[in-house]
């Protein structure tokens, strides 16, 4: 869709040619290959992220030993066929460890993502609908939760709440909304202007309706590209909060914390740092590449 | 045409990277100041040694909180007295202190003088205790006492009443003794007894000093030293590796490992420290026999191996080798501790847990993620699982604000220094008196309570101690205090570098006139 | 003989294979100007760009053969094509914001031209393009120069973009549709430029339209297209008087003609069914209010087709906005059936007055199909529940305005411009509106189309007995369906009454310049 | 123009209050007293008199509003009070945090956007060749790789295996190189990203058509117009970019043992260090108002269509 602004005149006669110019353009040769490609790499990741989460459901029952269960005898053991991954400090199999980190990052970050996105999205369709001072409300806010340092938020909810999961969640959660509100808000902004909006009005559709029916389906489609590469940001996220110690208590197994925790014998044990490492650049490597197909596909 | 692009591209990625590089390099506003380049420090003819330290000081003032700590460790700073490495008090400034009931008398060695050369007058040193009483809320009982000049070298303290661990306080880092005239406001410059005098200070950075030329205890070995700051212990590691430190301490368990691997490069010094790791019992909530159950199942010496190296288990809060240290706990008895739940009436249930009447005998562990707290409470976890107790862990961000002042806790983990200043009275008034702080299990004793209070004004030494085994005992016979482990005091020292008090339990020696490296 | 400037034989060129332009064959003289016509769809701008292929038009050819100033294109290496760009040939583009950097000043566009083909010299830069600014009738070239794209009408915008084109002295001028995007005034002016320029440079040109109009005024020769064939070619007066191809001839009949009127059909009822009493718009624009509308009166009675002519920026959509309730007027107030509906409506007032928009597609939501969009107004406003009901109707609608039902279950994307504006003619009348507002609903469709779509639209009107506000930029077109007529200006209406009598003789200067530059065309 | 520079600064006012009150709150309700850290610093129990001194002392026993009210009144006269945990004011040690993080971040920055400009140019001119698709990949790696994760890879096996950088910074430019490179290279992947995607937008535009049909050579065409035009978003980016870096990765700072803005940050926190906390969080909220205004007014300058 082309968008022409300034004032040149029968803004009609040059939307209507551009449509044909750009849906002419869409039947040109290569462009249809590539939709199709670009679909099936979508297929391909969305493929993968299921596998992962399949993975982190079935965790407990995949472990091949305890992963809270420490031995002595086995400290910082080379990877071994009895501990594929090796073993940390307290001798705790790592390869289990890191299944049932998948577990706990994988899932939360697909719920915290889910949720900002839903509520950020909301907020902003009011916001953007409305106007007025909905609008300046919910900006303002957003403004204010954007300036205010989100480790300050992560610590001072750790000191609330104590560690573990629901502070992380909090914290990321309390300004994760804020991009999909925004995003939102822009989107609905340009659609309002769109006639069938005026149309569905004229129609005796209440706004409610039109922001279900109409604006919601419109702007679901970018919405979802910036939640899939968030699950990536939020993983990070995750990880970097327990590597600060603020995250999930000791005897969890969470990606983050066996890095911080690990970090100290890299020399002598370097598996058990780049094992929890590696998964985590794996997952947030899936989650990104899903988020960069589908915006290939929604066309930039 | 793309050629072009190309090469106009790559000539902007280089020149930004050298821009990026050189304004670092040669921008006026950086943080720490200009010192030799890393690693030749030691071929130069001068003697420097290069230290990390895991603290940081804004101002030179020893009096103010734990900064007399820091002064004493960079070599700048005296007390009145010191402690030893038997942790027993010994004269430094002071030639001797008699003491007749509550009135000292203290006489101060006739060559001691500051690093100005002025002479330390008792008139000066009276000052200083004055001076800490009043910024430092900790020693503000000095401000109680009176004073009498009796010459230039001699003064007289009085008590309120009798103080049998004055000379103990008089020892601390955080009294020492600093020309007031000439130290200004102590924010960058300080004229002080020590072996070192300070050359170049960087609030909350690097510090550097120099040997004290007109020492008075003698000829000062090291030409200076660095202290860096260093919060991050992995860093110390491998900068040490990296050979850009010549000694540190609060060693941890994997460095030591790494540092035992190469005994010809690196000397590794372990020595009990004064830190104590221990759990309170609450009283409230637990039963006798499932507090001596606890107690015989949780096993110090498996805690130490899995800490290997970094803590010494220990039965008593106070360091064997004094002689108020001599307290003695049950063996460790996993099957003694089943037999006891068993009598008590709870019966193992179908997955590994005793339970009476329906309700499974679960206990809740709380501790702070600090001092290797964590660990313990996981091996704490396992070994109580082990005879069918089970248990939760809480981590509180800050102990002292939730746990400890509210006491809602079965078990709770705590780490303190025990010995402050080589006397057992300080830790016993904190965890085992009526109303102590620390005292959050319940644990009330009225035998104990007596013996605490003749504590309080027992002046003679002997008795002192035997008094303090006494009531420790007593706690742990009543399963109140479960006493784990005592932190290593471990130093490493690079080949060649002697004399940096690594023998000493006390945190706050380091640098001294002897240090030495080759 | 050389002074054949392009010869093309039996051309065939398309998109990755497809062939869009099929044995397309003219020769062009020099000073010669060749007007291709044909609507949207027809090939005409493909056969443009396979004449200057740009790569990022993607045009193939795939067979026969273009010879430019007896060498031929295809042969040419890449170099050379490039040299050709803007040096031999000129291009002129439809949207006129297109051809130039909105935010970088004429001057500097300029200069970056001639420098691009080693013509520059910086002395005599100056006056060369005054020069022929002055030739080409653009005043005060300095301040041009000066000026940015985004600062300048789409009119002035077209027309620096042909001087520019002419200042590389190109032997052969290309234009795709340059008139098409701009509103009558503008045309009139591109239009002597590009005679003045053939004058004094006799450079040849290709202009392509979908406006016959354009055809008659510019061309020396005409060439008609119809899916991708030229079906007739020959010179301007013989191809448009007598046309021998059946699809010419048809595409001059759709041009609406000054002459027949439609005739004041009797209105029986007494009242009026809306009444506009000093309605008024203004926008707070920078603290300084710019009114959009100031005091229009307006009377409909049932039945009543009422045509509102003006150029765009009179304020004619906005007016139609109000009165279809989108959007709120600053003063006056609206009455439909006595009832004052200015602030409040009811879902009876909406079922009372439907609208249909310009751009169909832009009228139905992309993600919905034409079905639910219809039922949605046939659930909301006609009270229609039951499901069955509601498909029947809906059937029913679609046969009505000369669609196949099964259209129905496409998305607006699947179908074509007409089409979906008769999906849109259907939801309207699905409730069987008093009054259809028509907010210029012909303007973004070709000319046949055009046709057929106001054909409808009266006779749904006769059929039903509602009345229309039929809104349009088209005096001519106005004057063929409309009773009476209303002519705007900058938000004023400037003259209204009988559509006769404002046609025979418009009192208003503006109506006469407006019906002047329509019978132009 | 300067009218619009006021109103946004005006902005600024209600946002800080909202935001240290709302800093203030959380902090004052989380457990964990100021006074206690302090005294017990280095694990020495403290007895109940001593603490309840020190807690009158540092006005800890005012109630929270008065608390906030005096700690307001003292700002409105720029002094952001003394530090809890050790008494110097505040604004010498976010002066100090501030110029260590400065120094990095800057580093940091332009290092990012030295390399991320030509390859997002590059990536876009070239679009969809070989060369586009495998610098997006490196790109990729960078945006799935946590920064701290890399900081210690680059540490273990630069600092010590092949021993080519010192792991104390000491100022020394090649101390600052690494910090700077394990905080630029995640930023720069980003960027790269979002450079092609701003450029590209702007290549696709109809006047670029335009400028190639009339032959005007390519150089001109990318580097006059379509980088000039490009300018804006790219411009909005680097401000956004300069906002999470001058929060200082507290991560990067502490591994690298850089006493920056967020390490500073991160212990006063933990020491319940309220008024460096505060000082902090108007730092900050400062920074990103003005941060905003610089783009916008950027922008502006550059495009002034955006006027209306």
């Given at each position: 869709?082309?968008?022409?602004?300034?004032?040149?005149?029968?803004?009609?006669?040059?939307?209507?040619?551009?449509?044909?110019?750009?849906?002419?353009?869409?039947?040109?040769?290569?462009?249809?290959?590539?939709?199709?490609?670009?679909?099936?790499?979508?297929?391909?990741?969305?493929?993968?992220?299921?596998?992962?989460?399949?993975?982190?459901?079935?965790?407990?029952?995949?472990?091949?030993?305890?992963?809270?269960?420490?031995?002595?005898?086995?400290?910082?053991?080379?990877?071994?066929?009895?501990?594929?991954?090796?073993?940390?400090?307290?001798?705790?199999?790592?390869?289990?460890?890191?299944?049932?980190?998948?577990?706990?990052?994988?899932?939360?970050?697909?719920?915290?993502?889910?949720?900002?996105?839903?509520?950020?999205?909301?907020?902003?369709?009011?916001?953007?609908?409305?106007?007025?001072?909905?609008?300046?409300?919910?900006?303002?806010?957003?403004?204010?939760?954007?300036?205010?340092?989100?480790?300050?938020?992560?610590?001072?909810?750790?000191?609330?709440?104590?560690?573990?999961?629901?502070?992380?969640?909090?914290?990321?959660?309390?300004?994760?909304?804020?991009?999909?509100?925004?995003?939102?808000?822009?989107?609905?902004?340009?659609?309002?202007?769109?006639?069938?909006?005026?149309?569905?009005?004229?129609?005796?559709?209440?706004?409610?309706?039109?922001?279900?029916?109409?604006?919601?389906?419109?702007?679901?489609?970018?919405?979802?590209?910036?939640?899939?590469?968030?699950?990536?940001?939020?993983?990070?996220?995750?990880?970097?909060?327990?590597?600060?110690?603020?995250?999930?208590?000791?005897?969890?197994?969470?990606?983050?914390?066996?890095?911080?925790?690990?970090?100290?014998?890299?020399?002598?044990?370097?598996?058990?740092?780049?094992?929890?490492?590696?998964?985590?650049?794996?997952?947030?490597?899936?989650?990104?590449?899903?988020?960069?197909?589908?915006?290939?596909?929604?066309?930039? | 045409?793309?050629?072009?692009?190309?090469?106009?591209?790559?000539?902007?990625?280089?020149?930004?990277?050298?821009?990026?590089?050189?304004?670092?390099?040669?921008?006026?506003?950086?943080?720490?100041?200009?010192?030799?380049?890393?690693?030749?420090?030691?071929?130069?003819?001068?003697?420097?040694?290069?230290?990390?330290?895991?603290?940081?000081?804004?101002?030179?003032?020893?009096?103010?909180?734990?900064?007399?700590?820091?002064?004493?460790?960079?070599?700048?700073?005296?007390?009145?007295?010191?402690?030893?490495?038997?942790?027993?008090?010994?004269?430094?400034?002071?030639?001797?202190?008699?003491?007749?009931?509550?009135?000292?008398?203290?006489?101060?060695?006739?060559?001691?003088?500051?690093?100005?050369?002025?002479?330390?007058?008792?008139?000066?040193?009276?000052?200083?205790?004055?001076?800490a009483g009043e910024i430092n809320p900790r020693f503000s009982n000095l401000l109680d006492y009176n004073y009498k000049i009796i010459d230039d070298k001699t003064f007289r303290i009085t008590t309120v009443e009798v103080y049998p661990t004055l000379l103990n306080d008089l020892a601390s880092p955080e009294l020492a003794i600093v020309d007031l005239d000439n130290s200004g406001d102590m924010a960058k410059e300080l004229v002080a007894t020590g072996p070192f005098v300070i050359s170049k200070f960087e609030p909350g950075g690097t510090v550097e000093v120099a040997r004290n030329d007109k020492y008075w205890g003698g000829e000062v070995k090291l030409d200076g030293a660095v202290f860096y700051y260093m919060p991050e212990a992995d860093t110390s590691l491998m900068a040490m590796q990296n050979g850009e430190l010549d000694s540190y301490t609060s060693v941890t368990s994997d460095a030591a490992e790494i540092y035992g691997q190469a005994p010809d490069t690196y000397?590794?010094?372990?020595?009990?420290?004064?830190?104590?790791?221990?759990?309170?019992?609450?009283?409230?909530?637990?039963?006798?026999?499932?507090?001596?159950?606890?107690?015989?199942?949780?096993?110090?010496?498996?805690?130490?191996?899995?800490?290997?190296?970094?803590?010494?288990?220990?039965?008593?809060?106070?360091?064997?080798?004094?002689?108020?240290?001599?307290?003695?706990?049950?063996?460790?008895?996993?099957?003694?501790?089943?037999?006891?739940?068993?009598?008590?009436?709870?019966?193992?249930?179908?997955?590994?847990?005793?339970?009476?009447?329906?309700?499974?005998?679960?206990?809740?562990?709380?501790?702070?993620?600090?001092?290797?707290?964590?660990?313990?409470?996981?091996?704490?976890?396992?070994?109580?699982?082990?005879?069918?107790?089970?248990?939760?862990?809480?981590?509180?961000?800050?102990?002292?604000?939730?746990?400890?002042?509210?006491?809602?806790?079965?078990?709770?983990?705590?780490?303190?220094?025990?010995?402050?200043?080589?006397?057992?009275?300080?830790?016993?008034?904190?965890?085992?008196?009526?109303?102590?702080?620390?005292?959050?299990?319940?644990?009330?004793?009225?035998?104990?309570?007596?013996?605490?209070?003749?504590?309080?004004?027992?002046?003679?030494?002997?008795?002192?101690?035997?008094?303090?085994?006494?009531?420790?005992?007593?706690?742990?016979?009543?399963?109140?205090?479960?006493?784990?482990?005592?932190?290593?005091?471990?130093?490493?020292?690079?080949?060649?570098?002697?004399?940096?008090?690594?023998?000493?339990?006390?945190?706050?020696?380091?640098?001294?006139?002897?240090?030495?490296?080759? | 003989?050389?002074?054949?400037?392009?010869?093309?034989?039996?051309?065939?060129?398309?998109?990755?294979?497809?062939?869009?332009?099929?044995?397309?064959?003219?020769?062009?003289?020099?000073?010669?100007?060749?007007?291709?016509?044909?609507?949207?769809?027809?090939?005409?701008?493909?056969?443009?760009?396979?004449?200057?292929?740009?790569?990022?038009?993607?045009?193939?050819?795939?067979?026969?053969?273009?010879?430019?100033?007896?060498?031929?294109?295809?042969?040419?290496?890449?170099?050379?094509?490039?040299?050709?760009?803007?040096?031999?040939?000129?291009?002129?583009?439809?949207?006129?914001?297109?051809?130039?950097?909105?935010?970088?000043?004429?001057?500097?566009?300029?200069?970056?031209?001639?420098?691009?083909?080693?013509?520059?010299?910086?002395?005599?830069?100056?006056?060369?393009?005054?020069?022929?600014?002055?030739?080409?009738?653009?005043?005060?070239?300095?301040?041009?120069?000066?000026?940015?794209?985004?600062?300048?009408?789409?009119?002035?915008?077209?027309?620096?973009?042909?001087?520019?084109?002419?200042?590389?002295?190109?032997?052969?001028?290309?234009?795709?549709?340059?008139?098409?995007?701009?509103?009558?005034?503008?045309?009139?002016?591109?239009?002597?430029?590009?005679?003045?320029?053939?004058?004094?440079?006799?450079?040849?040109?290709?202009?392509?339209?979908?406006?016959?109009?354009?055809?008659?005024?510019?061309?020396?020769?005409?060439?008609?297209?119809?899916?991708?064939?030229?079906?007739?070619?020959?010179?301007?007066?013989?191809?448009?008087?007598?046309?021998?191809?059946?699809?010419?001839?048809?595409?001059?009949?759709?041009?609406?003609?000054?002459?027949?009127?439609?005739?004041?059909?009797?209105?029986?009822?007494?009242?009026y069914l809306l009444e506009l009493k000093q309605v008024g718009k203004s926008y707070l624009k920078r603290r300084n209010s710019f009114s959009a509308l100031s005091q229009v009166d307006l009377l409909l009675k049932p039945g009543e087709i009422l045509g509102i002519v003006g150029e765009s920026g009179s304020g004619k959509s906005t007016l139609l906005k109000q009165v279809a309730g989108l959007k709120k007027p600053s003063e006056g107030r609206i009455v439909l059936h006595g009832k004052d509906i200015t602030q409040k409506r009811t879902n009876m007032d909406f079922r009372r007055m439907q609208m249909i928009f310009q751009n169909a597609y832009d009228s139905f939501n992309p993600k919905l199909k034409i079905r639910h969009s219809i039922a949605e107004t046939l659930k909301n406003l006609g009270g229609m529940k039951d499901r069955k009901e509601v498909d029947a109707r809906i059937d029913s609608l679609m046969e009505r305005v000369g669609l196949e039902p099964y259209?129905?279950?496409?998305?607006?994307?699947?179908?074509?411009?007409?089409?979906?504006?008769?999906?849109?003619?259907?939801?309207?009348?699905?409730?069987?509106?008093?009054?259809?507002?028509?907010?210029?609903?012909?303007?973004?469709?070709?000319?046949?189309?055009?046709?057929?779509?106001?054909?409808?639209?009266?006779e749904l009107a006769n059929e039903s007995g509602m009345a229309i506000i039929f809104v349009s930029h088209d005096i001519v077109l106005v004057s063929n369906i409309c009773g009476s007529i209303m002519v705007m200006r900058e938000g004023r209406c400037i003259e209204a009454g009988e559509a006769k009598e404002v046609i025979t003789n418009p009192k208003e200067d503006y109506t006469k310049r407006l019906l002047a530059s329509a019978r132009a065309e | 123009m300067k009218k619009y520079v006021v109103k946004r600064l005006v902005q600024l006012i209600p946002m800080i209050l909202g935001i240290t009150f709302l800093t203030f709150l959380l902090l004052y309700i989380s457990p964990g007293d100021p006074a206690q850290k302090r005294l017990s610093a280095q694990g020495v129990a403290v007895t109940k008199e001593v603490l309840a001194q020190t807690r009158e002392e540092m006005g800890l026993d005012r109630p929270f509003i008065k608390q906030y009210g005096d700690w307001l009144?003292?700002?409105?006269?720029?002094?952001?009070?003394?530090?809890?945990?050790?008494?110097?004011?505040?604004?010498?040690?976010?002066?100090?945090?501030?110029?260590?993080?400065?120094?990095?971040?800057?580093?940091?920055?332009?290092?990012?956007?030295?390399?991320?400009?030509?390859?997002?140019?590059?990536?876009?001119?070239?679009?969809?060749?070989?060369?586009?698709?495998?610098?997006?990949?490196?790109?990729?790696?960078?945006?799935?790789?946590?920064?701290?994760?890399?900081?210690?890879?680059?540490?273990?096996?630069?600092?010590?295996?092949?021993?080519?950088?010192?792991?104390?910074?000491?100022?020394?430019?090649?101390?600052?190189?690494?910090?700077?490179?394990?905080?630029?290279?995640?930023?720069?992947?980003?960027?790269?990203?979002?450079?092609?995607?701003?450029?590209?937008?702007?290549?696709?535009?109809?006047?670029?058509?335009?400028?190639?049909?009339?032959?005007?050579?390519?150089?001109?065409?990318?580097?006059?117009?379509?980088?000039?035009?490009?300018?804006?978003?790219?411009?909005?980016?680097?401000?956004?970019?300069?906002?999470?870096?001058?929060?200082?990765?507290?991560?990067?700072?502490?591994?690298?043992?850089?006493?920056?803005?967020?390490?500073?940050?991160?212990?006063?926190?933990?020491?319940?260090?309220?008024?460096?906390?505060?000082?902090?969080?108007?730092?900050?909220?400062?920074?990103?108002?003005?941060?905003?205004?610089?783009?916008?007014?950027?922008?502006?300058?550059?495009?002034?269509?955006?006027?209306?």
């Amino acid at each position: 869709m082309c968008r022409i602004k300034g004032n040149c005149k029968d803004k009609g006669r040059i939307k209507e040619n551009c449509k044909e110019k750009s849906r002419m353009r869409e039947n040109r040769g290569d462009e249809k290959t590539n939709k199709s490609l670009v679909r099936k790499r979508i297929i391909f990741f969305l493929f993968l992220v299921l596998l992962l989460f399949i993975i982190s459901l079935l965790a407990p029952y995949l472990v091949p030993n305890d992963p809270y269960g420490t031995n002595a005898s086995y400290m910082k053991a080379a990877p071994s066929p009895e501990f594929p991954f090796g073993t940390d400090k307290l001798g705790r199999c790592i390869f289990s460890r890191v299944l049932m980190g998948a577990r706990l990052s994988i899932f939360f970050s697909l719920l915290l993502v889910m949720v900002t996105m839903v509520a950020g999205t909301f907020l902003g369709v009011v916001a953007g609908y409305y106007g007025g001072i909905f609008d300046n409300i919910i900006m303002r806010l957003v403004d204010m939760l954007l300036a205010f340092p989100q480790l300050v938020l992560a610590i001072a909810v750790a000191g609330v709440l104590g560690g573990g999961m629901t502070n992380m969640l909090l914290a990321l959660g309390l300004t994760g909304w804020t991009l999909y509100a925004r995003l939102a808000r822009g989107q609905v902004m340009s659609l309002k202007q769109e006639e069938f909006i005026a149309a569905a009005r004229l129609s005796g559709n209440s706004s409610l309706r039109i922001m279900a029916v109409h604006i919601l389906p419109n702007i679901a489609g970018e919405m979802i590209v910036n939640a899939a590469i968030q699950v990536g940001t939020t993983l990070v996220g995750f990880a970097g909060l327990s590597f600060l110690g603020l995250g999930v208590q000791v005897p969890e197994a969470e990606w983050g914390s066996m890095i911080n925790e690990a970090k100290g014998y890299m020399q002598q044990a370097p598996w058990a740092v780049l094992a929890p490492g590696a998964a985590l650049f794996i997952t947030v490597a899936v989650f990104n590449l899903l988020g960069d197909a589908l915006s290939d596909y929604m066309g930039r | 045409m793309n050629k072009k692009i190309f090469v106009f591209l790559s000539i902007l990625i280089v020149s930004a990277m050298a821009l990026a590089g050189c304004r670092n390099h040669t921008g006026e506003g950086l943080p720490v100041n200009e010192t030799e380049a890393a690693g030749e420090g030691r071929e130069q003819e001068k003697k420097i040694l290069r230290v990390s330290e895991a603290f940081v000081l804004e101002t030179l003032n020893p009096h103010l909180d734990y900064q007399g700590w820091y002064t004493s460790i960079y070599g700048l700073t005296e007390a009145l007295f010191a402690m030893d490495d038997q942790s027993s008090v010994k004269p430094v400034l002071a030639e001797s202190a008699e003491a007749e009931g509550n009135e000292w008398t203290v006489k101060i060695k006739e060559n001691a003088c500051f690093s100005n050369g002025n002479p330390v007058t008792s008139g000066m040193v009276v000052r200083n205790l004055k001076n800490a009483g009043e910024i430092n809320p900790r020693f503000s009982n000095l401000l109680d006492y009176n004073y009498k000049i009796i010459d230039d070298k001699t003064f007289r303290i009085t008590t309120v009443e009798v103080y049998p661990t004055l000379l103990n306080d008089l020892a601390s880092p955080e009294l020492a003794i600093v020309d007031l005239d000439n130290s200004g406001d102590m924010a960058k410059e300080l004229v002080a007894t020590g072996p070192f005098v300070i050359s170049k200070f960087e609030p909350g950075g690097t510090v550097e000093v120099a040997r004290n030329d007109k020492y008075w205890g003698g000829e000062v070995k090291l030409d200076g030293a660095v202290f860096y700051y260093m919060p991050e212990a992995d860093t110390s590691l491998m900068a040490m590796q990296n050979g850009e430190l010549d000694s540190y301490t609060s060693v941890t368990s994997d460095a030591a490992e790494i540092y035992g691997q190469a005994p010809d490069t690196y000397k590794l010094v372990t020595v009990p420290a004064t830190r104590l790791q221990f759990y309170i019992l609450n009283e409230n909530r637990l039963g006798a026999p499932v507090r001596k159950a606890i107690n015989l199942a949780v096993d110090s010496e498996a805690i130490e191996t899995y800490l290997n190296g970094t803590v010494t288990s220990t039965s008593g809060p106070f360091s064997p080798t004094a002689a108020y240290g001599k307290a003695a706990k049950a063996a460790v008895d996993p099957e003694g501790a089943k037999e006891l739940l068993e009598a008590d009436g709870y019966i193992l249930n179908v997955d590994g847990y005793y339970e009476k009447d329906g309700q499974v005998l679960s206990l809740n562990i709380a501790y702070y993620a600090a001092r290797s707290l964590d660990t313990l409470a996981a091996l704490m976890q396992e070994q109580l699982g082990k005879i069918g107790i089970k248990v939760t862990l809480t981590c509180e961000e800050d102990p002292d604000g939730t746990y400890i002042a509210t006491g809602d806790f079965d078990l709770a983990l705590y780490c303190m220094i025990a010995d402050k200043a080589s006397d057992p009275y300080y830790f016993i008034s904190c965890t085992l008196a009526e109303g102590a702080p620390y005292n959050c299990g319940g644990f009330s004793n009225g035998k104990a309570q007596a013996w605490i209070d003749e504590l309080k004004v027992e002046t003679d030494r002997e008795k002192r101690a035997e008094l303090a085994n006494r009531i420790v005992q007593l706690a742990i016979d009543e399963d109140a205090f479960g006493y784990v482990a005592l932190f290593n005091k471990t130093t490493v020292m690079r080949k060649g570098v002697t004399n940096v008090s690594e023998n000493c339990p006390f945190d706050f020696y380091f640098l001294t006139a002897d240090t030495d490296m080759d | 003989m050389n002074d054949i400037v392009l010869s093309i034989k039996n051309l065939t060129a398309g998109y990755g294979g497809k062939a869009v332009v099929s044995q397309a064959s003219f020769g062009l003289d020099r000073g010669e100007i060749i007007v291709v016509v044909g609507e949207s769809g027809s090939g005409k701008s493909t056969l443009l760009k396979a004449i200057l292929p740009l790569e990022d038009y993607g045009v193939a050819m795939s067979g026969g053969e273009i010879i430019f100033k007896n060498k031929p294109l295809s042969g040419m290496t890449a170099a050379e094509k490039n040299r050709l760009n803007g040096r031999q040939i000129g291009m002129v583009f439809q949207d006129p914001k297109a051809s130039f950097n909105p935010v970088r000043t004429f001057r500097k566009q300029f200069i970056e031209a001639l420098k691009s083909h080693g013509r520059y010299e910086r002395e005599l830069f100056e006056e060369q393009v005054l020069e022929l600014f002055r030739k080409l009738k653009l005043l005060d070239g300095e301040r041009i120069l000066d000026s940015c794209p985004y600062e300048m009408s789409g009119g002035m915008n077209q027309r620096i973009a042909i001087a520019l084109a002419i200042l590389l002295e190109p032997v052969l001028l290309l234009a795709d549709e340059p008139t098409s995007a701009l509103d009558v005034t503008a045309q009139e002016q591109v239009m002597e430029e590009l005679l003045r320029i053939r004058e004094y440079y006799h450079t040849s040109m290709i202009i392509v339209t979908h406006n016959i109009g354009v055809a008659a005024r510019l061309a020396d020769k005409v060439g008609v297209m119809h899916r991708g064939k030229i079906v007739e070619f020959g010179a301007a007066g013989e191809v448009l008087e007598h046309p021998r191809n059946s699809y010419t001839k048809r595409l001059l009949d759709a041009v609406p003609q000054a002459g027949n009127m439609a005739e004041k059909r009797e209105i029986k009822a007494a009242c009026y069914l809306l009444e506009l009493k000093q309605v008024g718009k203004s926008y707070l624009k920078r603290r300084n209010s710019f009114s959009a509308l100031s005091q229009v009166d307006l009377l409909l009675k049932p039945g009543e087709i009422l045509g509102i002519v003006g150029e765009s920026g009179s304020g004619k959509s906005t007016l139609l906005k109000q009165v279809a309730g989108l959007k709120k007027p600053s003063e006056g107030r609206i009455v439909l059936h006595g009832k004052d509906i200015t602030q409040k409506r009811t879902n009876m007032d909406f079922r009372r007055m439907q609208m249909i928009f310009q751009n169909a597609y832009d009228s139905f939501n992309p993600k919905l199909k034409i079905r639910h969009s219809i039922a949605e107004t046939l659930k909301n406003l006609g009270g229609m529940k039951d499901r069955k009901e509601v498909d029947a109707r809906i059937d029913s609608l679609m046969e009505r305005v000369g669609l196949e039902p099964y259209l129905a279950d496409r998305y607006p994307a699947e179908l074509s411009g007409g089409q979906c504006q008769r999906a849109a003619i259907a939801r309207a009348i699905s409730v069987n509106p008093e009054v259809l507002l028509c907010d210029e609903i012909t303007s973004a469709l070709d000319v046949s189309v055009q046709a057929d779509i106001v054909k409808l639209i009266v006779e749904l009107a006769n059929e039903s007995g509602m009345a229309i506000i039929f809104v349009s930029h088209d005096i001519v077109l106005v004057s063929n369906i409309c009773g009476s007529i209303m002519v705007m200006r900058e938000g004023r209406c400037i003259e209204a009454g009988e559509a006769k009598e404002v046609i025979t003789n418009p009192k208003e200067d503006y109506t006469k310049r407006l019906l002047a530059s329509a019978r132009a065309e | 123009m300067k009218k619009y520079v006021v109103k946004r600064l005006v902005q600024l006012i209600p946002m800080i209050l909202g935001i240290t009150f709302l800093t203030f709150l959380l902090l004052y309700i989380s457990p964990g007293d100021p006074a206690q850290k302090r005294l017990s610093a280095q694990g020495v129990a403290v007895t109940k008199e001593v603490l309840a001194q020190t807690r009158e002392e540092m006005g800890l026993d005012r109630p929270f509003i008065k608390q906030y009210g005096d700690w307001l009144f003292h700002l409105l006269q720029a002094d952001l009070g003394l530090s809890y945990k050790d008494g110097t004011p505040v604004n010498q040690k976010l002066a100090r945090g501030m110029k260590n993080t400065f120094v990095l971040a800057a580093g940091a920055f332009l290092l990012a956007v030295a390399v991320s400009l030509p390859l997002g140019i590059y990536t876009a001119v070239r679009k969809n060749r070989f060369s586009d698709y495998c610098i997006r990949f490196i790109c990729f790696l960078g945006n799935a790789l946590p920064n701290f994760l890399l900081a210690i890879v680059l540490m273990y096996f630069l600092c010590i295996r092949i021993n080519a950088f010192p792991v104390i910074a000491k100022g020394s430019l090649q101390g600052l190189f690494l910090p700077t490179v394990a905080l630029a290279f995640p930023l720069a992947s980003r960027l790269v990203r979002q450079v092609r995607v701003a450029v590209l937008k702007q290549l696709e535009t109809d006047y670029v058509s335009g400028a190639r049909a009339r032959g005007v050579k390519k150089g001109y065409i990318l580097f006059r117009n379509v980088l000039h035009n490009a300018l804006p978003s790219i411009v909005t980016l680097l401000g956004l970019s300069v906002g999470t870096l001058l929060g200082g990765s507290v991560v990067i700072e502490s591994i690298f043992m850089w006493p920056g803005l967020g390490k500073l940050a991160m212990d006063s926190i933990t020491a319940r260090d309220y008024p460096v906390i505060q000082g902090f969080v108007i730092l900050m909220a400062v920074t990103y108002v003005v941060v905003n205004l610089l783009t916008d007014l950027g922008c502006r300058l550059l495009d002034p269509r955006i006027k209306e």
